[in-house]
């Protein structure tokens, strides 16, 4: 079949993705906001690059206290995520107002959600200005999965799915069958 010319933005067709629940805590107060352009850069050391508008309350906050977490999120958080974009934390508490459960870090002072399916501990340690964005690098210093929810290979889809974010408020799930690639020519 032939090609046509994709009309729409150009990065949807590089979407659904996963998407990242980012808490961090300035001048006495916590904030949480999605961001799905977001991805693993390194292993050693790991290292995570999240794509943050500059004006984003999160992007301001990191710079006077660059801990985080990054909150993997279940399909049944995305109602949460969605709210969670449609505003910001300089002008509202919306971890309050949505009245978010919270999960101690272990070796941060910022809380993770109770609810999520992973939560990354983190710091930015660095970042990089591409257009209006600040392409922020974050070194994983814990990593946690909820109990019983990922193995070696990683999320046990069936027993925790992820909210991958397509467009606006829509999100999808994945599709738990797996696709064993062929390593020789049938
Ligand atoms: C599902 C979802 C994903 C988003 N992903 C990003 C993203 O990757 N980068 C970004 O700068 N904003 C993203 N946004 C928008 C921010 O979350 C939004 O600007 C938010 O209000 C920022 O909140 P803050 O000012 O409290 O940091 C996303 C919004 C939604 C709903």
Not at 25 to 31: E, I, K
Not at 39 to 47: A, G, K, Q
Not at 116 to 142: H, K, N, P, T, W
């Amino acid at each position: 079949m032939p090609f046509e010319r994709y009309s729409g933005k150009f990065y949807r067709l590089l979407h659904p993705r996963p998407t990242l629940v980012i808490l961090t805590s300035c001048g006495g107060r916590l904030d949480a906001a999605p961001f799905s352009w977001n991805t693993p850069v390194s292993e050693d050391p790991p290292i995570i690059a999240v794509s943050m508008s500059r004006s984003s309350f999160t992007r301001e906050c990191l710079r006077t206290n660059p801990e985080a977490t990054l909150n993997v999120i279940p399909p049944e958080m995305a109602d949460v995520a969605y709210r969670l974009g449609a505003a910001s934390g300089r002008d509202r508490d919306k971890v309050g107002e949505l009245g978010l459960e919270l999960e101690p870090s272990e070796l941060i002072g910022v809380p993770g959600l109770a609810g999520a399916a992973a939560i990354y501990e983190s710091i930015a340690e660095g970042s990089v200005e591409v257009g209006q964005m600040d392409l922020v690098l974050f070194r994983a210093l814990v990593v946690r999965s909820r109990a019983g929810a990922a193995g070696e290979s990683g999320f046990l889809l069936e027993v925790t799915n992820l909210a991958l974010h397509g467009a606006g408020d829509e999100f999808f799930r994945v599709d738990p069958r797996s696709l064993r690639a062929s390593p020789t020519p049938t």
